[in-house]
């Protein structure tokens, strides 16, 4: 039997600077083991291979651009705005001009040197615009994938979203629609890997 008043007094007891501890603690075992099953530190280096980012100058390109240079690959984001070349996350970044929903400018990144991987974070801003979802979140992706298989890239990484597994949003739709494309090569021979990242 559930009791709201009941709950209600067992969350506000609870003490949380021990859950705040205990949290703590686990981080710091967690961070001094090895595993070969749970990376929990950076792990994995380039040896200075080519990738190029769709989507690169959004919110998880800005950490992950940095990153990628960090670990010895050579990152290239395509830009509608090429000044992003100042801001310091992309320093270590090589800024290619261009949209990526034409796909004459995704292929000419992908093109402009050998390139190991390309990494779609494409995503459209508003989730109830069908046009816009449509040309981010399906055709962009699409221009990305196709210039990978045109120009022999190794691996194509799709960021995705959890809710592709029951999609209710728009954009949900077309990420399952792109997943299904890799799966069956629609666009042709390219390894893949998809990520559904939670909210």
């Known amino acids: 039997i559930y009791d709201r008043h009941m709950a209600y007094s067992t969350i506000t007891s609870l003490d949380t600077d021990a859950a705040l501890q205990k949290s703590r603690d686990l981080r710091a075992r ?3 083991t ?21 989507g690169g100058t959004g919110y998880i390109g800005r950490a992950l651009v940095p990153e990628l240079a960090r ?16 801001d310091a996350e992309f ?5 290619v001009a261009g949209d990526p929903t034409r796909a004459e400018d995704v292929a000419n990144a992908v093109a402009m040197a050998p390139t190991a991987v390309v990494i779609s974070l ?12 449509r040309l981010v979140d399906y055709d962009a992706v699409v221009n990305g994938i196709k ?4 120009h022999d890239v190794q691996q194509f990484i799709q960021i ?13 739709v077309y990420k399952l629609q792109v997943e299904g ?12 890997t998809i990520i559904r990242p939670t909210a």
Not at 34 to 54: F, H, K, M, Q
């Open 122 to 133: 494409l995503s459209g801003r508003r989730p109830n615009d069908a046009e816009e979802c």
């Open 91 to 95: 320093a270590d970044a090589e800024v």
């Open 71 to 86: 670990r010895g690959y050579r990152p290239v984001v395509l830009a509608r705005d090429a000044s992003v070349k100042d």
């Open 181 to 192: 494309e890799l799966m069956g090569r629609h666009h042709g021979d390219l390894d893949w």
């Open 34 to 54: 090895s595993s070969d099953t749970y990376v929990t530190g950076p792990a994995g280096s380039g040896d200075g291979e080519r990738v190029v980012v769709l």
């Open 160 to 172: 995705s979203d959890f809710g592709a597994y029951r999609p209710e949003l728009i954009p949900q």
């Open 30 to 32: 967690l961070l001094s």
């Open 147 to 150: 210039a990978a298989v045109a």
